[in-house]
């Protein structure tokens, strides 16, 4: 079945380092990919997503390849800051139609220290 | 409403009893889904409503868990002769239709523990 794999940390830098947090999947057909961030205390948030190979998402500074020949979407951000402290979610749902729901990696607990 | 609401935010119940918990989607949106989110199994996909209709009930961890979703908008939750291993956050989620690239919206969730 469909499965996301990714670090599980926690991860602690320091600001304005560069964050990359690996994510690999296994599915078939073309799923679509997520990644939700959940900051203390709140719900989950989608971050950015990719619907087809070699799309990129972004935002607010983070970005993701879908990367089919490698199953990859890798999160990354050039200079992170305090306020990314949070915990990272890669997910995945089905191919085009069907299987609208997520299946979620374990999660990364980012920790960015002043 | 203006995002997906859940209630309670916290239960704490003792060990057998019932509890229901209650999702109220984003105006409009078709699709409903339930996820339980705890400490040793991470985010897992529990139901999905399309409509009010439940097609795939085999995410549900035991029979003592079901659900129902009426008039295509407010769904609930029920957990019957709660067990200690059923604490967790539970976590609804809304979407225009199910459809895997639709985005899902989260509410805040309700953090039950079971004594």
């Known amino acids: 079945g469909n499965s996301v794999t990714q670090m599980e940390g926690p991860v602690t830098l320091s600001e304005e380092a560069f964050l990359t947090i690996n994510c690999t999947y296994t599915?078939?057909?073309?799923?679509?990919l997520f990644w939700y961030v959940q900051y203390p205390g709140e719900g989950l948030q989608l971050l950015l997503k990719?619907?087809?190979?070699?799309d990129k998402g972004s935002n607010k500074g983070f970005e993701a390849t879908y990367r089919k020949e490698t199953t990859s979407f890798h999160l990354e951000k050039g200079s992170v800051q305090v306020s990314d402290s949070a915990v990272y979610f890669c997910?995945?749902?089905?191919?085009?139609?069907?299987?609208?729901?997520?299946?979620f990696g374990k999660g990364t607990k980012l920790s960015v220290k002043p | 409403g203006a995002g997906v609401s859940q209630s309670p935010s916290n239960k704490v119940t003792e060990k057998g009893k019932d509890v229901e918990l209650r999702c109220d989607p984003i105006?409009?949106?078709?699709?409903l889904y339930w996820y339980r989110q705890s400490l040793g199994q991470g985010l897992e996909f529990l139901i999905y409503?399309?409509?009010?209709?439940?097609?795939?009930k085999s995410g549900l961890p035991s029979d003592r868990f079901s659900a129902e979703r009426t008039g295509g908008s407010v769904s609930t939750l029920t957990i019957q002769r709660t067990q200690q291993e059923d604490s967790a956050v539970y976590l609804c989620?809304?979407?225009?239709?199910?459809?895997?690239?639709?985005?899902?919206?989260f509410g805040a969730g309700t953090r039950l523990s079971v004594l």
């Open positions: 989620a809304s979407s225009t239709a199910w459809i895997g690239k639709n985005i899902q919206y």
């Open positions: 599915a078939t057909g073309y799923p679509s």
């Open positions: 990719a619907t087809k190979a070699d």
């Open positions: 997910a995945l749902s089905g191919d085009g139609g069907s299987q609208g729901n997520l299946i």
């Open positions: 105006s409009g949106h078709t699709a």
């Open positions: 409503f399309q409509g009010n209709s439940a097609p795939d």
